[in-house]
């Protein structure tokens, strides 16, 4: 579905001094440009996007880390104390 109303511009332009030709390739470069504009905003849209994506799979990636580092230590810690108590009661 075109974004602008070709015929619209159409009879617009003739109706102040443009003849058809005129009118007719006027009201085409302008339904062109608002496609291209169109599909460079869409462009842009899915660039962002995919920056965006990346920008959060690597942020996860690091909250990851940090968390199974911390596990890891709450682990290391526990297993530590349970040795420790094990040797006071024997």
């Not at 030709?21 to 470069?29: I, N, P, S």
């Not at 062109?32 to 920008?55: A, C, M, P, R, Y």
């Not at 596990?71 to 006071?88: E, H, M, N, P, S």
């Amino acid at each position: 579905m075109p974004i602008t109303r070709e015929l619209e511009n159409l009879e617009k332009l003739e109706s102040v001094g443009f003849n058809h030709e005129q009118a007719k390739t006027l009201a085409d470069v302008i339904e062109k440009s608002h496609v291209d504009g169109q599909e460079s905003l869409k462009e842009f849209i899915h660039n962002e996007n995919t920056k965006l994506e990346l920008n959060i799979k690597a942020t996860i990636r690091r909250e990851l880390k940090d968390l199974l580092i911390k596990i890891f230590g709450i682990i290391v810690g526990t297993v530590g104390i349970a040795v420790t108590i094990l040797k006071l009661f024997p």
